[in-house]
């Protein structure tokens, strides 16, 4: 009895170091926001769910994890969450004021009916720009939406990945390839703008503005992505 007790102990033991089969990794992807399963597993500082405990960082995967393919299903999921998320409307409002203050389409003009058109054009602005980038062209693209973290190397080394990111991205089956995602999809946003602004917004050079700075924006989102783990680990210690 004892021999077999051991024995089974053993067993028991050996099944503990046995990694989740590809099925249970799947169901524990599907129960998290955007499809990301739990990051336990990665070296270094660890991605939180949100940055500050406010903004959405769904997509964001820490450094040396797995993960097994985005399905179509999980790439909107994750891109409507994030586009209805409160912070998303907040963010929208706050830019629509400064928009507002600043004149920047002065067919809208002042007041609250001014403030209303300020705010739909931005947020639809915004929505746009992550249902384009983060969605419907990675889907036709297989590309994976997700932000991959270095999270090693120094910081001029780990801060040029983060922006080349705009430009190489992750297929569906883990190769890297262009962004077609970030530029065609951005482009493609900044397009579909002109059909919802005045007549003085619709010209080449202001689309090719908006398609600018959604690149630059999202260049500059990857860049903290990537470092929002270490500070967050040396100063402000957020748990998920």
């Not at 169901?27 to 270094?44: E, F, K, S, V």
């Not at 983060?134 to 910081?155: C, F, K, W």
């Not at 077609?180 to 482009?187: D, K, L, N, P, R």
């Not at 050079?205 to 989102?221: A, C, F, H, S, Y």
Request: glycine share 10%; with cysteine; net charge negative.
């Amino acid at each position: 009895m004892c021999a077999l007790s051991a024995s089974a102990q053993q067993s028991v033991s050996n099944d503990d170091a046995i990694p989740d089969a590809p099925s249970a990794v799947l169901a524990a992807q599907q129960q998290q926001p955007g499809g990301t399963p739990p990051q336990t597993g990665a070296g270094g500082p660890q991605q939180t769910k949100r940055i500050l405990g406010i903004v959405p960082n769904f997509r964001a995967v820490s450094a040396d994890t797995k993960l097994p393919p985005q399905t179509v299903k999980q790439k909107f999921s994750s891109t409507i969450q994030q586009s209805f998320d409160y912070s998303s409307i907040v963010f929208s409002a706050i830019l629509a004021g400064v928009n507002q203050a600043e004149d920047s389409t002065p067919q809208f003009h002042q007041g609250a009916a001014g403030y209303g058109r300020y705010f739909w054009h931005t947020f639809a602005d915004q929505t746009d720009e992550n249902f384009m980038v983060q969605a419907i062209v990675p889907s036709l693209t297989h590309e994976d939406s997700r932000y991959y973290t270095m999270g090693h190397g120094g910081l001029l080394k780990r801060g040029l990945y983060a922006f080349d990111r705009t430009l190489i991205t992750r297929t569906d089956s883990g190769s890297e390839t262009f962004n077609f995602s970030e530029i065609v999809g951005a482009g493609a946003a900044s397009g579909i703008s002109t059909t919802y602004y005045p007549g003085a917004d619709k010209t080449w050079t202001k689309t090719g503005q908006r398609w600018l700075q959604n690149v630059i924006i999202d260049g500059g989102t990857y860049m903290f992505q990537e470092f929002w783990p270490d500070i967050n680990n040396r100063f402000i210690h957020q748990k998920d």
